[in-house]
């Protein structure tokens, strides 16, 4: 499966530590294999959009990895919207990947 990433994907991995970058990236790319996988679930969006979310937790609570992945599957294509921190919300999340579509 191809994977698309839109541009903002670049500035939501700006403030991330490399080695954060780092883990995230493999995560996404581990999604050409397995589009579904145990982590994620399905969102919608304040336009009625159902958009797929992969949950990025350590086990360890205190971990800097605490982000979410929104992205979509389509025709053979996966296309990644955005990498957010857990912290902003799921409105803000939702309500960003919007403007984003």
Known sequence: MNLRFEDEVAEDLEPVRS???????????????????EDSYVIQLPDGTEIQCLKLQEEDRNSQLNHRVTYDIEEGELRIYGVFPRGPGFQNIKQKTTERK
């Open 19 to 37: 080695e954060l970058e780092d883990k995230i990236l493999e995560e996404i790319f581990k999604l050409e294999d397995n589009p579904l996988p």
